[in-house]
């Protein structure tokens, strides 16, 4: 009897099988004398389109929501079936004694399989590979110590509310805002709040009106003292003529006094290792990487190159049963540009602290760390290296002593007012030495200046005092990086689901990238002034996502938060109706749609600028700049622009006005790579069909050529 084991991509499943000793490839799984794998291909199984309640519910209507299914229904994905239908066949093998489900060690990894068990009627035992890394060591240990699928019910209920969750928020408040304002206005249970955070601010900085200050600074040899009322204030004067009078009690002195001189030891301890968010805010920071960039390239870190543990972490701090491994995986990277720092490391036994290693900080998965398989830099890509620099860096500075410094702070007196001044002596770099020749020059703290000796009571000669204005600024606007800690501080979505987020937010215009930092769009303006406020609540968001979690740790009821869910859908969708508001395309054009008359939209895509109707009921859409195609005008042989007409698609040469139509692809028409396999295959053949019908082949590629 063998165990099927089901993976969620099929490059997890290839190396599960390696280790696993399967031998025996197919085209949907690969088998070994104790084990079947298999794989889904992301999710196989989705919860089911709104029409498969009722086929009226393919056209949007307002007077048709809101959509409220007391049990949701789930389907097979038409474009993956045929992976679903191969690991319904081999459930249904009398060989197979039970499941080992393998799909990613999180929320949305257990829903992937439990959506497909639930499909396929799975009656047999199952049972849980929780691992967290993909290393061959960590496989052989997480199927020596499976555990009972039944353990992770509460997580499987908990996926199963936060799917059901954003389709019956998202999809009654898409459809109620877009019908009702007849545009397409996407609205989500964590989208929009996270879009209300970026409009908040946006608000904060076109409202904000800049006050001048001014600041009095005292000059001395080497170093430079700012004027403070008293010790706390800061020392911004906020009316001219005050500073002014300030400066002439002053401004005539010759030297100051030294009334107050401190000088203590300090020191910064090493940062926590990183989770998910902290690793996109760095990279964001430090690499430019967005935060899906971020996640894309790690997953492939950590499922393809295993050099990394579980990525979608929530937690920054490692097990107590790690801490036997942590010598040899310090041992592994010692490569390369880290040789130096770990092979300092390792010369004494590894200090691991509580800022390190506490199982209470841990919940499903620790901190990403670096794995003990072999390394090979050059086999990584730019960015791959670039990202592990970061990670590997966290964790040598794990191991790393405090940055210790002497600070020391002086006050003198210039004809009875107080000035401030401080200084800083390095003793120790600790931990910032693995930075020295990582950190980017804007990154870097800056350092305060360093101090002349000086004695408490002495007098010390002035060169000068002067005012230096400034004017307040606004806050500045969120990069992805501070975004990305604003949503962890609300609670907004999850480590995994944050990127998607934003993504989500960029792909429906309502939010753009300019340089670094994230504007809301004109759409995104209007659609916070058109969505119901409460959706609009970071903090009813992130009530949802305690609940889920709660939900999760078994301590939350799952009927009663859906019942919340479905509440909330049906009212908000009535206030929708209620609205008087008025939307206004910001994207509106002076053209008209050739067909129905109404105002084109201007549309950005990922192929350029194209314009819509900006009627729903009207189909027409055409590129705002022709797309260039490789077919070659036969007059003058430079590449002619693609168009779509009612008869079709077609090619089009402007400066020689020539048009050919161009074939249907929903068409049959002769594949050329399939003839050419096909010709190959039948040439062999010396029959006389095989013959006539390489013929054929050769002279439909001959004409898919000309």
């Not at 790393?400 to 004809?415: A, F």
Request: include cysteine; charge should be positive.
């Amino acid at each position: 009897m063998k165990s099927l084991v089901l993976a969620e991509k099929p490059s997890v499943a290839k190396e599960i099988a390696r280790v696993l000793g399967c031998k025996n490839k197919s085209k949907s799984y690969i088998e070994g004398p104790n084990y079947v794998v298999t794989w889904a291909l992301g999710h196989l199984v989705e919860l089911a389109e709104p029409e498969a309640y009722d086929k009226k519910y393919k056209t949007w209507a307002l007077e048709d929501l809101p959509l409220l299914p007391q049990r949701m229904n789930i389907r097979v994905m038409r474009e993956t079936s045929h992976q679903f239908k191969a690991i319904a066949a081999l459930a249904k093998r009398n060989d197979i004694k039970d499941l080992v489900i393998a799909t990613d060690a999180g929320r949305e990894g257990e829903l992937v399989a439990r959506w497909i068990m639930e499909l396929i009627h799975w009656k047999k035992p199952f049972f849980r590979l929780w691992i967290s890394s993909q290393t061959d060591q960590a496989i052989r240990d997480g199927f020596s110590k499976l555990k009972p699928g039944s353990q992770y019910n509460n997580l499987y209920r908990s996926a199963v509310c936060r799917a059901e969750a954003d389709w019956l928020i998202g999809l009654n408040m898409t459809r109620a805002l877009t019908c009702k304002y007849n545009a397409q206005l996407a609205a989500g249970r964590v989208q929009t709040p996270t879009l209300a955070i970026l409009m908040e601010r946006e608000q904060e900085i076109n409202g904000f009106q800049g006050k001048p200050y001014w600041q009095l600074q005292a000059q001395f040899a080497g170093f430079t003292a700012s004027w403070r009322q008293q010790g706390s204030h800061d020392g911004r004067i906020w009316d001219k003529e005050q500073a002014e009078q300030q400066l002439a009690k002053v401004k005539d002195a010759k030297q100051a006094k030294v009334t107050a001189l401190k000088t203590s030891e300090k020191q910064e301890p090493h940062p926590l290792a990183y989770d998910l968010t902290e690793l996109q805010r760095d990279a964001n920071k430090k690499l430019g990487f967005s935060a899906k960039m971020t996640s894309n390239v790690l997953q492939k870190l950590y499922e393809q190159h295993k050099l990394v543990t579980y990525p979608r972490t929530d937690s920054r701090y490692l097990t107590s049963d790690m801490a036997a491994t942590l010598k040899g995986r310090m041992e592994r990277i010692a490569v390369g540009p880290y040789r130096e720092h770990a092979k300092q490391i390792l010369r004494k036994p590894l200090v691991i602290t509580k800022r390190i290693v506490d199982d209470s900080k841990v919940s499903d998965h620790h901190a990403i760390i670096p794995t003990d398989e072999p390394v090979q830099l050059n086999a990584l890509s730019q960015d791959e290296r670039k990202l592990y620099d970061l990670i590997v860096r966290r964790f040598l500075a794990l191991f790393s002593g405090p940055y210790r410094y002497d600070e020391t702070s002086v006050e003198l007196t210039i004809n009875n007012e107080r000035f401030y001044a401080k200084g800083r002596v390095e003793k120790e770099k600790g931990w910032r030495d693995i930075y020295t020749v990582s950190r980017d020059q804007d990154e870097a703290e800056e350092e305060l200046s360093l101090l002349p000796s000086l004695t408490q009571g002495e007098q010390v000669p002035l060169r000068g005092c002067q005012l230096k204005s400034g004017i307040t600024t606004p806050p500045s606007r969120y990069t992805e990086a501070s975004l990305l800690s604003v949503m962890e501080k609300h609670g907004l979505g999850t480590p995994a689901t944050r990127a998607d987020i934003i993504e989500k937010l960029l792909s429906t215009e309502t939010i753009e990238r300019r340089g670094h930092s994230l504007y809301p769009t004109g759409k995104g303006k209007q659609l916070i002034e058109l969505v119901v406020d409460e959706l609009k609540s970071p903090q009813l968001t992130a009530k949802w996502e305690q609940q889920l979690e709660d939900i999760a740790r078994g301590r939350g009821d799952a009927k009663q938060f859906m019942g919340q869910i479905r509440q909330q859908a049906e009212q908000w969708v009535a206030q929708v109706k209620r609205e008087n508001k008025e939307y206004k395309p910001h994207n509106l054009t002076g053209s008209r749609c050739p067909q129905c008359g109404e105002p084109l939209l201007e549309v950005k895509g990922k192929q350029g600028k194209r314009y819509v109707c900006s009627s729903r009921e009207c189909e027409y859409k055409r590129m705002a700049e022709p797309i260039k195609i490789n077919k070659r005008c036969p007059q003058c042989h430079k590449k002619m622009e693609l168009h779509e007409g009612k008869a079709g698609k077609y090619a089009q040469c402007r400066p020689c006005n020539v048009i050919e139509k161009l074939e249907d692809k929903g068409k049959a028409s002769v594949n050329r790579k399939e003839a050419a396999q096909l010709l190959k295959q039948y040439s062999k053949d010396n029959s006389g069909l095989g013959n006539s019908l390489a013929e054929k082949l050769k002279a439909a590629l001959q004409q898919n050529e000309q």
